[in-house]
């Protein structure tokens, strides 16, 4: 089975992949605390608390798959993936890094320089969807990718991530109380909650939507928009051009450079 770890700022997400299946079937998925300040040993223990509550072992893993934008993680996903998954064989991880075939030509001016999750992620939508489209990541920031008709990899977007936007808010407003993002249900607010909660939700999806109304002038009506990441269906739900949610388009982006680059080495 095919083991693909997602390391963001914030969370990693992992997925176990059945590769045997047509198509090939996703078996379990998990998001954890990225675990930035752990050692190879720790990150391992959780790993096998999360197989042992999936029922799963270890030793199916024959194939791992990382894309991690943390590079002080590296070189701890290399030892947790020699120390618990090669089993006397070495098993040597995919990192998605420049010279890894993706099959997304990246037209950008420095292209080493773009996120590997934002290639993972262009590679699963082009696969889905077809382009033109374009991906939104809501993640620590909010990334927004986008693909030509010919499936190129053309630039995109950045912005503050919705939880980033509102612990500056908390932060630097003394008298402002810390609430939950969720969608309100009124937009004029009666209380200090309502207006902090309707100031935050509409002003990210007027964010959300004003880049992705320029940018759909630029490509064309027909673009397609789909979503990922951990605040994707909240957003979603108000958008004017988000027509996917997709919560597992990086891992089956993972899922697919890895199937590509073992047809290379055959």
């Keep these: 089975m095919l083991l693909v770890i997602d390391a963001g700022n914030t969370n990693t997400v992992l997925g176990l992949y059945d590769l045997t299946a047509q198509p090939p079937r996703l078996v379990s ?13 720790e990150f391992g223990v959780i790993l096998a608390n999360l197989f042992a509550l999936s029922k799963l072992e270890m030793s199916v893993v024959d194939g791992i798959a990382i894309s991690s934008v943390v590079p002080p993680l590296d070189p701890i996903l290399k030892q947790v993936c020699d120390l618990y998954f090669s089993a006397g064989n070495k098993l040597k991880p995919l990192f998605i890094e420049p010279g890894i075939k993706t099959g997304l030509p990246v037209l950008t001016d420095n292209p080493s320089e773009v996120g590997a999750d934002r290639i993972v992620n262009c590679v ?28 190129e990899f053309l630039g995109g977007a950045i912005a503050p991530g919705l939880r980033i936007s509102a612990d500056a808010l908390f932060a630097r407003a003394a008298r402002l109380p810390r609430v939950d993002i969720k969608r309100p249900a009124k937009v004029i607010g009666t209380n200090t909650v309502d ?48 027509t996917t949610v997709d919560d597992m388009l990086t891992l089956t982006g993972l899922r697919i450079i890895y199937e590509r680059n073992q047809k290379q080495k055959r």
């Design 29 to 41: 998925d998990w998001r954890i605390t990225t675990p930035v300040h752990q050692t190879a040993s």
């Design 124 to 151: 699963a939508a082009f696969e889905s969807f077809g382009g033109p489209s374009i991906v939104v990541d809501m993640g620590t920031a909010t990334t927004f990718d986008v693909i030509s008709k010919k499936g």
């Design 195 to 242: 207006n902090m909660q309707i100031g935050l939700y509409y002003g990210y999806i007027g964010l959300i939507d004003g880049i992705l109304e320029r940018m759909i002038a630029e490509l064309g009506p027909e673009t397609k928009v789909v979503a990922t990441g951990g605040l994707a269906k909240l957003i979603a739900g108000g958008s004017k051009f988000i």
